[in-house]
T-cell receptor
Framework: AQKVTQAQTEISVVEKEDVTLDCVYETRDTTYYLFWYKQPPSGELVFLIRRNSFDEQNEISGRYSWNFQKSTSSFNFTITASQVVDSAVYFCALSEAGTASKLTFGTGTRLQVTL | DAGVIQSPRHEVTEMGQEVTLRCKPISGHDYLFWYRQTMMRGLELLIYFNNNVPIDDSGMPEDRFSAKMPNASFSTLKIQPSEPRDSAVYFC??????????????FGEGSRLTVL
């Protein structure tokens, strides 16, 4: 069975600090997809990134970057120079091939960025 | 383009009452998902449809829950009778299969249900 673990329940940082959110996953499949979603205080879930298991290249999008390491089954998310608007709950999720977007979510990490 | 639209945004009802949550997926999307979010259990997949056909309802907690998708632009999640432990935020999401693997899920804003 697939499983996603986000061990960090809550993180607090001061604005402009860098912060890394950890995600560890378990799956028996060789083909799978990993996602990060953001849930701001308003409650909606916002897609951030999708990565398939064959693409281990790290990705950078502005202040956001993702580090995918199959050897450790991790897909960590780093925010550089955090801002107050980054305050949200961040979810990591996994989908196995053939399950067409059937995502298993981690429990989420609440990030609080203060001035 | 309109996103996934859910209604009602908030519902407060009394135990034993029937609750119907509604969802309009993004036009052209062929998958629709119902998720439930609670503090205790996080985000749980309840059921999903492909081309209006239910594919996997293993996450539906019990017979009190039912979901339908009569056409490509509408789905309902019904709870009858409702119980206080059903209080949660219910999300509808849709996606499009592009042949390139699992696609991005687009979520609605959620329906917050409180059962007294």
């Amino acid at each position: 069975a697939q499983k996603v673990t986000q061990a960090q329940t809550e993180i607090s940082v001061v604005e402009k600090e860098d912060v890394t959110l950890d995600c560890v996953y378990e799956t028996r499949d060789t083909t799978y997809y990993l996602f990060w979603y953001k849930q701001p205080p308003s409650g909606e879930l916002v897609f951030l990134i999708r990565r398939n298991s064959f693409d281990e290249q790290n990705e950078i999008s502005g202040r956001y970057s993702w580090n995918f390491q199959k050897s450790t089954s991790s897909f960590n998310f780093t925010i550089t120079a955090s801002q107050v608007v980054d305050s949200a709950v961040y979810f990591c999720a996994l989908s196995e091939a053939g399950t067409a977007s059937k995502l298993t979510f981690g429990t989420g990490t609440r990030l609080q960025v203060t001035l | 383009d309109a996103g996934v639209i859910q209604s009602p945004r908030h519902e407060v009802t009394e135990m034993g009452q029937e609750v119907t949550l509604r969802c309009k997926p993004i036009s052209g999307h062929d998958y629709l998902f119902w998720y439930r979010q609670t503090m205790m259990r996080g985000l749980e997949l309840l059921i999903y449809f492909n081309n209006n056909v239910p594919i996997d309802d293993s996450g539906m907690p019990e017979d009190r829950f039912s979901a339908k998708m009569p056409n490509a632009s509408f789905s309902t999640l019904k709870i009858q009778p409702s119980e206080p432990r059903d209080s949660a935020v219910y999300f509808c999401a849709s996606s499009l299969w592009t042949g390139g693997g699992t696609g991005e899920l687009f979520f609605g804003e959620g329906s917050r249900l409180t059962v007294l």
